[in-house]
C-alpha cells in the first residue's frame, strides 16, 4: 500500500474549523509513504494482537486491542477502529520523507492504513470516504487539531483544488494538468527539509486564536484567493503564474504570524529568489524548521548546487504524481 504526500499547499489554513470555508491547491507527490499489513488469526489461546513497526522512528511494539499504550495514537486508533475483529495485525510503515516536514505525512499514513484495512476487508475504497474516514481519526479519535486537505490529497493524488464549505465538508476538483506541464512540474519543483521538524504547537495556537477573532477575513481571504489563482495557473500550464500564487500565499501565511515563515524558510527563499526561481511555498502550517518547495528555473542546476551548499538543507526526492492511495500486490 503506498500513498503521496503533498506540497504546494496553496490556501493551508483555511481548511480549518476556524476558517469556516476555504479553497486549498496542492500538488501530490511521492515517495510518500509505504504501509505493508498482515492479517493473521491469534495465537492458539491467545487474543488478537497489533504488531506496529513505525520505520521512521526506529520502533516496534506489541500492544492488545484492549489496552493500548499510546506510543503513536493515530496509528493506533487507525488499527483499532478499522482493523477487522478477531484477527491479529502485522504493521510495517516507511517513508523517505523526515517526519515534521509539513508535507501531510502523518495523514497519508492514515490514509494508506485504512485503504490497505479495507481492502483486506473487502470495502470499496472510495478516495472521499477514506478522507473522511482518515480525518475522523485525527480530530475525534485522538482529538487533534486538523484540516482536511491533506487526506483529500493522499486519497485522491494529482494536483486539485479542494473547496471546504462548510468544514469539514470538502469537495475535491481534480485540476487538468497536461502531460507538458506535468512534466515541467517534475523538472522544477524542488523540496528541501530544513534540517529539523516544524516545532509550532504553541506558535499555532497563538494564530488559531487570532482567527476565530472578528478580524479573520482580512486575513484568510488572500489565502483563499491564491488557492484559486493556483488552479487556474496550473490549468492553463502558467508556472510563473503559479509561482507568484505560492510567493502571495507564503506571504500571507507570514501575514498570520511572521514566525510562521522561519530564519532558515527565509534564508532558502532568498537564495531561490537570487537563481531564477519563480515561486515558493513554505509547506503546510509553517513554523521553525519543515520544508520548502521551490518552483525552480527551466535550468534549475545553478539553483541546486546552491540549495546543496547550504549547511542544513536536504533535497527531498519528491517527484509529482498522479496516482493517489494504492494497494500494491
Known amino acids: 500500500m503506498t500513498a503521496p504526500v503533498r506540497v504546494l499547499d496553496i490556501g493551508c489554513w483555511t481548511d480549518t474549523w476556524f476558517a469556516v470555508h476555504g479553497e486549498v491547491c496542492s500538488i501530490a507527490v511521492g515517495d510518500g509513504v509505504d504501509v505493508s499489513?498482515?492479517?493473521?488469526?491469534?495465537?492458539?489461546?491467545?487474543?488478537?494482537?497489533?504488531?506496529?513497526?513505525?520505520?521512521?522512528?526506529?520502533?516496534?511494539?506489541?500492544?492488545?486491542?484492549?489496552s493500548r499504550p499510546g506510543h503513536h495514537p493515530l496509528l493506533e486508533s487507525t488499527l483499532l477502529r478499522w482493523c477487522p475483529p478477531d484477527v491479529s495485525a502485522k504493521v510495517e510503515i516507511s517513508s523517505p520523507v523526515p517526519p515534521g516536514c509539513g508535507v501531510g505525512t502523518?495523514?497519508?499514513v492514515v490514509v494508506a492504513m485504512i485503504t490497505a484495512?479495507?481492502?483486506?476487508?473487502?470495502?470499496?475504497?472510495?478516495?472521499?470516504?477514506?478522507?473522511?474516514?482518515?480525518?475522523?481519526?485525527?480530530?475525534?479519535d485522538v482529538g487533534l487539531q486538523s484540516g482536511v486537505q491533506d487526506q483529500r490529497a493522499a486519497?485522491?493524488?494529482?494536483?486539485?483544488?479542494?473547496?471546504?464549505?462548510?468544514?469539514?465538508?470538502?469537495?475535491?476538483?481534480?485540476?487538468?494538468?497536461?502531460?507538458?506541464?506535468?512534466?515541467?512540474?517534475?523538472?522544477?519543483?524542488?523540496?528541501?527539509?530544513?534540517?529539523?521538524?516544524?516545532?509550532?504547537s504553541a506558535l499555532h495556537e497563538s494564530v488559531i486564536a487570532r482567527l476565530t477573532g472578528t478580524d479573520r477575513e482580512p486575513?484568510?481571504?488572500?489565502?483563499?484567493?491564491?488557492?484559486?489563482?493556483?488552479?487556474?495557473?496550473?490549468?492553463?500550464?502558467?508556472?510563473?503564474?503559479?509561482?507568484?500564487?505560492?510567493?502571495?500565499a507564503t506571504d500571507a501565511q507570514a501575514q498570520l504570524h511572521p514566525d510562521l515563515v522561519g530564519a532558515r524558510a527565509r534564508e532558502v527563499i532568498d537564495c531561490a529568489a537570487g537563481l531564477g526561481a519563480v515561486g515558493w511555498k513554505v509547506n503546510g502550517a509553517g513554523g521553525e524548521g519543515g520544508t520548502v518547495t521551490v518552483i525552480g528555473?527551466?535550468?534549475?542546476?545553478?539553483?541546486?548546487?546552491?540549495?546543496?551548499?547550504?549547511?542544513y538543507v536536504t533535497r527531498l526526492n519528491l517527484v509529482p504524481t498522479r496516482t493517489g492511495a494504492t494497494v500494491v500486490g
Not at 484495512?117 to 480530530?139: F, M, S, Y
Not at 493524488?157 to 471546504?164: H, P, R, S
Not at 528555473?297 to 549547511?311: H, Q, R
Request: charged fraction near 20%; glycine fraction near 6%.
Open 155 to 200: 486519497a485522491y493524488g494529482g494536483a486539485n483544488l479542494i473547496v471546504i464549505d462548510p468544514y469539514p465538508t470538502a469537495r475535491v476538483q481534480p485540476v487538468p494538468v497536461s502531460e507538458q506541464t506535468w512534466q515541467a512540474l517534475t523538472d522544477r519543483l524542488i523540496t528541501v527539509y530544513l534540517g529539523m521538524p516544524h516545532e509550532s
Open 219 to 248: 486575513l484568510l481571504e488572500p489565502l483563499r484567493l491564491a488557492a484559486l489563482r493556483a488552479a487556474t495557473a496550473l490549468a492553463a500550464g502558467d508556472l510563473d503564474a503559479l509561482g507568484a500564487a505560492a510567493i502571495d
Open 106 to 108: 502523518s495523514a497519508a
Open 117 to 140: 484495512l479495507w481492502a483486506a476487508a473487502g470495502k470499496p475504497l472510495d478516495p472521499q470516504e477514506i478522507a473522511v474516514a482518515a480525518h475522523r481519526i485525527e480530530t475525534e
Open 297 to 311: 528555473p527551466p535550468d534549475p542546476g545553478p539553483l541546486l548546487a546552491a540549495l546543496d551548499a547550504i549547511s
Open 37 to 66: 499489513l498482515e492479517l493473521t488469526a491469534p495465537r492458539p489461546g491467545h487474543e488478537p494482537e497489533f504488531d506496529l513497526w513505525a520505520h521512521s522512528y526506529d520502533q516496534r511494539y506489541t500492544f492488545s486491542p484492549l
